[in-house]
């Protein structure tokens, strides 16, 4: 693996803590911000974030990231917790670059040619440096801090320059791969919801140019057209599953497996790594956060499991409705009617009750068959995606302590989109 050496990460690598701003501080637009809440699945999504104004840059010019900047959290939940928060590691993308950090997180950069940006980011994920981190957080499990000094201790085997590029570059391979299909799925998800728009919101179908329309509770809407409610086109399900009474291998899936504004539900845990009561879900059924709506979490179960009872379950009552109501559940105009509607100040919940009497424009069948089977194709496809992700995944998580440790120096094969290894 060529000559390695035991070093301390303050030695190679300089430190650069968060600033800290009053929210009075945020403005509407201008320069982002970088907060604990936007790291997460080892990267920074700025989809959800503060803002600073223009002027901030100036000022606050230290606390300014870099695309490939390393980021790490260092005040939150235990890292012994599930999805705990000290310790997380981020990777800045490139279209996060310019951001700037905010505080309870601190920014990693090397300063040492010895030291390879990439291989840093891999190191960060690795169980070496997770134990480092659980060994020197402190406080109580729901609220610990790491100390700067603690991570600048940090002492690993740093092997030559040229053996952490190629350990990085085999990495890459996986997470070049994983992007890709990630941004197939956005596209899939756009096609789907931009069809929904035009056939059922702007109502510009095939044939509409020919069509009459009619005065309705929703306005204006095509000839033949009725209006229902929500609750009409689906099941509203609350079945509760104790934790013994499935196999420890059944998919769990609590809201913080939701990516936000994603139909794609692929990230789960197991059942064996929760201790109470959850809800039971299908594959095909449409999963709903219901706290916090805001956040936008919705999408189609990939499998059969259980979920959270802080998500609604529906499935809907007639097959052909499926498409029309995967559609509206995803809009912006239902979410913001779900948060509109929210109970709650802190912790805002949808409510059902409110929800079930949404108004749906429903067409006629000749129009359902269509868009239902082009929503059914694109869950399909973005499950195949998803799917070939988890084993990217699965597969470049075993390799990496192997490959960052030294235990094996290469990995004589390349990977396919499919997460297969071929030689």
């Given at each position: ?46 989809s ?8 901030a ?33 981020g ?56 100390a ?120 789960w ?5 929760i ?48 498409g ?16 509109k ?11 059902w ?6 108004s ?23 499950a ?40």
């Amino acid at each position: 693996m060529g000559a390695a050496s035991t070093v301390e990460l303050g030695d190679i690598a300089e430190f650069i803590n968060g600033g800290a701003w009053n929210q009075s501080a945020y403005a509407e637009r201008g320069a982002p911000v970088v907060r604990v809440s936007d790291i997460h699945n080892y990267t920074v999504d700025l989809s959800n974030c503060k803002y600073l104004s223009e002027s901030a840059l100036e000022k606050y010019s230290k606390n300014i990231l870099k695309e490939g900047d390393l980021v790490i959290c260092t005040v939150g939940s235990h890292p012994t917790q599930p999805n705990s928060v000290v310790g997380r590691p981020g990777i800045m993308p490139k279209s996060c670059d310019g951001a700037l950090l905010n505080q309870n997180a601190v920014c990693i950069r090397p300063i040492s040619e010895k030291l390879d940006r990439s291989w840093l980011g891999y190191l960060a994920k690795s169980q070496t440096m997770k134990d480092h981190i659980i060994a020197h957080a402190r406080g109580s499990a729901s609220q610990v801090r790491v100390a700067i000094g603690a991570l600048k201790s940090f002492k690993f085997e740093l092997p030559s320059i040229e053996t952490q590029t190629r350990v990085a570059s085999m990495l890459e391979a996986y997470d070049n791969l994983i992007e890709n299909n990630n941004r197939r799925i956005a596209i899939l998800e756009d096609m789907a919801q931009s069809l929904y728009r035009e056939w059922f919101v702007k109502f510009r179908f095939p044939g509409y140019q020919d069509c009459e329309f009619q005065e309705s509770e929703l306005g204006l809407i095509p000839e033949g057209w009725e209006v229902r409610r929500f609750g009409e086109l689906v099941h509203f399900l609350r079945e509760s599953q104790k934790k013994g009474a499935v196999s420890e291998n059944t998919p769990y899936m609590g809201l913080e497996h939701f990516p936000r504004k994603s139909l794609s539900l692929s990230q789960w845990d197991l059942v064996n790594k929760i201790g109470s009561s959850k809800l039971k879900f299908q594959k095909g059924d449409i999963l709903f956060g219901k706290i916090r709506p805001y956040f936008h979490k919705v999408g189609v179960a990939q499998t059969d499991g259980l979920c959270s009872s802080d998500t609604f379950v529906w499935r809907t009552i007639e097959k052909e409705h499926f498409g029309l109501a995967t559609g509206v559940v995803f809009s912006d105009n239902f979410v913001a009617h779900s948060v509109k509607t929210s109970q709650g100040t802190k912790m805002p919940r949808a409510n059902w009750d409110v929800l079930k009497e949404y108004s749906v424009a429903v067409p006629s069948q000749e129009l359902l068959e269509p868009f239902n089977e082009f929503t059914t194709c694109v869950i399909s496809e973005i499950a195949i995606l998803s799917k070939k992700n988890r084993n990217l995944k699965k597969q470049r998580d075993i390799l990496l302590p192997k490959l960052i440790s030294g235990e094996i120096a290469s990995y004589p094969y390349d990977v396919t989109s499919s997460g297969a290894i071929e030689k």
